[in-house]
């Protein structure tokens, strides 16, 4: 019982690592609004 978990754990361990990796994209959108530029404090 013990050797078939282990036999188990490490099939399940080999399928992991050889598995396809998926390509992660990260989509940066632009700001919903422009920050406002400050002049001075009284201008």
């Known amino acids: 019982m013990r050797t ?3 036999v188990a754990l490490l099939a399940l ?3 992991a ?3 396809k ?3 992660e ?3 940066v ?3 919903v609004s422009v920050e ?3 002049t001075g404090k009284y201008k």
């Open 29 to 31: 959108s632009e700001p």
């Open 17 to 19: 690592a050889c598995a």
């Open 13 to 15: 361990s080999t399928l």
């Open 4 to 6: 078939t978990a282990i």
């Open 36 to 38: 406002p530029t400050y």
């Open 21 to 23: 990796k998926v390509e």
């Open 25 to 27: 994209t990260v989509v």
